[in-house]
């Protein structure tokens, strides 16, 4: 009989993933009946705990999200390269022994996404990314791999920008990130990128005012849950084209499914599934 893999996601709130709808539809497509991915709450105070448990239970691996994706990075016995550069963790490994591996898909995630319904040069073109998290690394990782030397990132606490920008600095010094204090006047972009939890149910977000924006501007909201944001409906009401995280949230699980398992995702399944999870068929439909 084949053994059975559990995996998991974690994060603090957890109620919204999508993960494990998705997970579990590729294992029922690829009839991979042994493989299961389950939904955990875990606190930041319990985080280390939490890690040490699933060690323990022979979890065979798990993904994070906010807010754990930075406190992770102490607590692995080894890194991949990318989750070393992004300083943020979003999947990890753990074999027989034990042993914990990080790694961090989502700057895969999110340039595969964009590449879907953006393909212009990235190079000198002004984008302007809102939030200094763990999401934001991956975000910036991708972007200045893709060569984009004309990025604004923009942070509540502007220290944290900074700290953040001189961290990417260190290995792209040709493509300087500039630190800015919070706005919610957005001006002079041509893709906005939100990698903040604003928007997401409950937050209760402050609509930015979008009004300086380039006409050909594209928004970007990680947020999938709900599939549109305060911020895409605004941009949306302006005739700006605009994206949600979904795809990000398909092509990092897949990366992170592929890492596990060796196997390809069947992304067009999963995402005819999760649209209909959402019920809806596009992001357009529902704007």
């Known amino acids: 009989m084949e053994k059975t893999s559990i995996y998991g996601v974690i994060g603090d709130p957890i109620h919204h993933s999508l993960s494990p709808f998705m997970h579990q539809l590729a294992y029922t497509e690829l009839k991979m009946p042994n493989h299961h991915y389950l939904p955990f709450h875990v606190r930041a105070e319990r985080l280390a705990e939490a890690v040490h448990g699933m060690r323990a239970l022979g979890i065979a691996g798990f993904n994070a999200t906010i807010p754990h994706k930075e406190s992770l990075v102490p607590l692995m016995d080894a890194l991949d390269p990318m989750a070393e550069l992004i300083g943020a963790v979003n999947t990890v490994v753990i074999d027989p022994s034990g042993r914990l591996t990080g790694y961090n898909t989502d700057a895969y995630g999110f340039i595969t996404s964009l590449r879907e319904i953006f393909s212009d040069p990235l190079r000198d073109l002004d984008i302007l990314v809102q939030g200094a998290g763990g999401a934001a690394r991956g975000v910036l990782a991708g972007l200045l791999q893709e060569g984009a030397n004309r990025i604004t990132l923009m942070n509540r606490t502007l220290s944290r920008a900074e700290a953040l920008a001189e961290r990417f600095a260190r290995s792209f010094p040709d493509q300087p990130v500039r630190p800015l204090a919070w706005s919610n006047r957005l001006s002079g972009c041509r893709l906005v990128i939100n990698t903040t939890s604003l928007g997401m149910e409950d937050e209760g977000a402050e609509v930015p005012d979008l009004d300086d924006l380039e006409a050909e501007a594209v928004v970007y909201d990680i947020v999938y849950a709900p599939p549109v944001t305060p911020l895409l409906a605004a941009a949306r009401m302006r005739g700006l084209r605009v994206e949600n995280g979904l795809g990000m949230l398909i092509h990092q699980g897949a990366r992170a499914f ?16 999760l649209r209909e999870q959402l019920g809806v068929a596009s992001l357009g439909e529902i704007m």
């Open 258 to 273: 592929e890492i596990w398992t060796g196997r390809v995702m069947p992304v067009v399944a999963v995402r005819q599934g």
